[in-house]
């Protein structure tokens, strides 16, 4: 990669922000496609202060990541309707000047869906109802698929499925999973540093449905174990960040994104 006075930069702001696989795919593809951009990282404390470094620099494309995502929204100058409907931002498109706010994790989860099973029509258990959750309880309402919400807090899930016109209940509701075609576990429960736990039993999950575990640390929850061994389909939770990134590359950069070489990337930084 030459690095000269036409470079374009593009990054991603959080905190923390040390561990992101962000820079690695980005710059991949930017490799792969011989494009003269640079992606980095930055960890920020103060967003106004960001967005203004932004636009004084003439930074192009900008990934935003915890915790950062719902208060970037009143600094943009303009936001996309997905951003509006799900009330955050991952991404932020430089357009001359003018700041677009948008929300492409709901994009993400859906292109990993869609690469395995079509969701018009089919019976999903959608459990959580955090900001993951709420991004892709959007994605699967405009692919008119028939949406259960489960969540601990009951209240948080009636929220969000009055808001994606989705069915709604508590965790005893999960037993909806055997007559369901797809699950999704939105929640924390599976991370490495929650202990890993499994919120589903096993006897629940059947040959005929795919388990999407948004879960990338570790690639093998336990529910994604429990998955293989019943014979479901399986998504990697690490798809829905590939792809995410994958539509940020393309509005950042105008060009196509080489999905493999992205992927390749971010599956080298997850194995450190
Ligand atoms: P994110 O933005 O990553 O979705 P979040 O907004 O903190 O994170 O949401 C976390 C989700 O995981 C919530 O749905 C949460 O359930 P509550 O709404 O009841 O808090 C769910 N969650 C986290 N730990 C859980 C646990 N031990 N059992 C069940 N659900 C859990």
Redesign the pocket.
């Known amino acids: 990669m030459k690095l000269n006075a036409q470079t374009t930069l593009c990054c991603v702001i959080g905190n923390p922000i040390d561990h992101s696989l962000s820079p690695a795919m980005h710059n991949a593809g930017y490799k792969a496609k011989d494009l003269n951009y640079v992606y980095l990282a930055f960890r920020v404390g103060n967003v106004l202060d960001a967005i203004k470094g932004i636009r004084a620099l003439g930074i192009k494309g900008v990934s935003v990541t915890v915790p950062h995502k719902i208060a970037v929204m009143q600094y943009v100058d303009r936001l996309g309707d997905r951003a509006k409907q799900i009330g955050a931002v991952n991404t932020i498109l430089n357009e001359n000047g003018k700041l677009v706010g948008s929300n492409t994790d709901c994009d993400g989860a859906i292109k990993a869906l869609e690469g395995n099973i079509a969701l018009s029509g089919k019976k999903v258990v959608l459990v959580?109802?955090?900001?993951?959750?709420r991004a892709i309880a959007f994605g699967l309402k405009e692919k008119n698929a028939d949406v259960l919400i489960v969540?601990?807090?009951l209240a948080?899930a009636k929220e969000l499925a009055k808001a994606t016109g989705a069915r709604f209940g508590d965790?005893s509701m999960l037993d909806e999973i055997k007559t369901s075609d797809v699950l999704i576990n939105?929640?924390?429960?599976g991370l490495s540093n929650?202990g890993n736990?499994r919120?589903v039993p096993e006897e629940m999950l059947h040959k005929n449905l795919t388990v999407f575990d948004i879960v990338y640390n570790p690639q093998e929850t336990n529910l994604i174990v429990d998955a293989k061994e019943a014979g479901c389909k399986i998504i990697y939770g690490y798809k829905m960040l590939l792809y995410q990134a994958v539509t940020q590359f393309e509005l950042f950069t105008g060009s196509t994104a080489p999905v493999s070489v992205m992927e390749e990337a971010l599956l080298k930084g997850l194995r450190g």
């Open positions: 959580g109802s955090g900001g993951a959750a969540n601990r807090t948080k965790l939105a929640t924390s429960v929650n736990d919120l």
